[in-house]
Nanobody, 119 residues
């Protein structure tokens, strides 16, 4: 089965930066889209950023210009660089992948990493 492990979550002050990492295994490079989701207390899990198998990237409006998703296939890792963090970014961040080639498959999730933005 696909395995995902997130790391990099921390307590940071507003305006600070963090880089989250997600290491994946049992994935055929080029067949899987990668994404970051987050879930704040009392709220539903929401998509933050996604990079598909063709390299196209989508961000939720609230993080555009502040967050960057990237993928390093040689290291089997996807990153989420988060700058200008705001208290409303506080959430558990989850790495997600979904097979898209040759056929669409189901979602796989990491266990999550906590990001807290507070002074």
């Amino acid at each position: 089965q696909v395995q995902l492990v997130e790391s990099g979550g921390a307590l940071v002050q507003p305006g600070g930066s963090l880089r989250l990492s997600c290491t994946y295994s049992r994935i055929i490079v080029g067949w899987y889209a990668m994404a970051w989701y987050r879930q704040a207390p009392g709220k539903q899990r929401e998509l933050v950023a996604r990079i598909d198998t063709g390299g196209s990237i989508n961000y939720t409006d609230s993080v555009k210009g502040r967050f960057t998703i990237s993928r390093d296939n040689a290291k089997n890792t996807v990153y989420l660089q988060m700058n200008s963090l705001k208290p409303e970014d506080t959430a558990v961040y989850y790495c997600n992948t979904r097979r898209e080639l040759p056929t669409r498959g189901g979602d796989s999730w990491g266990q999550g990493t906590q990001v807290t933005v507070s002074s």
